[in-house]
């Protein structure tokens, strides 16, 4: 694939705030030809720079009113087969590996407190090579779309100059 250019940029852009964009509607918001855009979306898809189309769900919407982050103390060497094991559970939403305090941060969803406790003491921490678990009770969740969107992580992550201290 060609490098990634501004264009795909554009392109990500716009499939990450409505990925049931039509082929048409994407080249118009992108100001290129349908055939550009479908060239690019078929490059993009096949380098693996997009991996999938997907939506969101709102938990609550579906019976799952409790969210918590579990952090997991895993024993050495066993990321790989725990994460198996949590691939498996449906209430893991997220699962990330760490370089912290703790090995593993997941992301869970449960019907309410009764079943988090059930998962946390009855299911992940009889997953071999799990050492230890920590459990943060989410009051509020409200995702940061607006940050998440590839052109706002471009123009937020480059270095800023000021020109100098700030006027007195």
């Keep these: 694939m060609a490098k990634f250019d501004d264009v795909d940029g554009r392109i990500v852009a716009a499939l990450e705030r409505d990925s049931r964009l039509s082929i ?16 690019r979306l ?19 919407r579906i019976g799952l009113s ?4 579990v952090a997991l103390s895993i024993r050495q060497n ?11 559970i449906p209430e893991v939403w997220h699962m990330a590996l760490l370089a912290a305090e703790f090995d593993v941060l997941l992301l869970v969803r449960a019907a309410d407190n009764d079943a988090l406790r059930t998962l946390v003491l ?4 009889e997953i071999p090579g799990v050492l230890s678990t920590r459990t943060w009770l989410i009051f509020d969740d409200a995702a940061n779309t607006e940050s998440q ?10 270095p800023r100059w000021t020109g100098g201290p700030p006027d007195p």
């Design 24 to 39: 048409r509607a994407l080249a118009e918001q992108v100001n290129i030809s349908r055939a550009n855009a479908y060239k």
């Design 42 to 60: 078929q490059q993009l898809a096949e380098s693996g720079t997009i991996t999938g189309f997907t939506i969101t769900v709102e938990p609550t």
């Design 66 to 69: 409790t969210s918590a982050y």
């Design 78 to 88: 066993s990321w790989r087969t725990i994460r198996e094991h949590l691939r498996r």
């Design 122 to 125: 009855e299911r992940l921490q």
């Design 149 to 158: 969107e590839f052109t706002g992580l471009r123009e937020t992550t480059a």
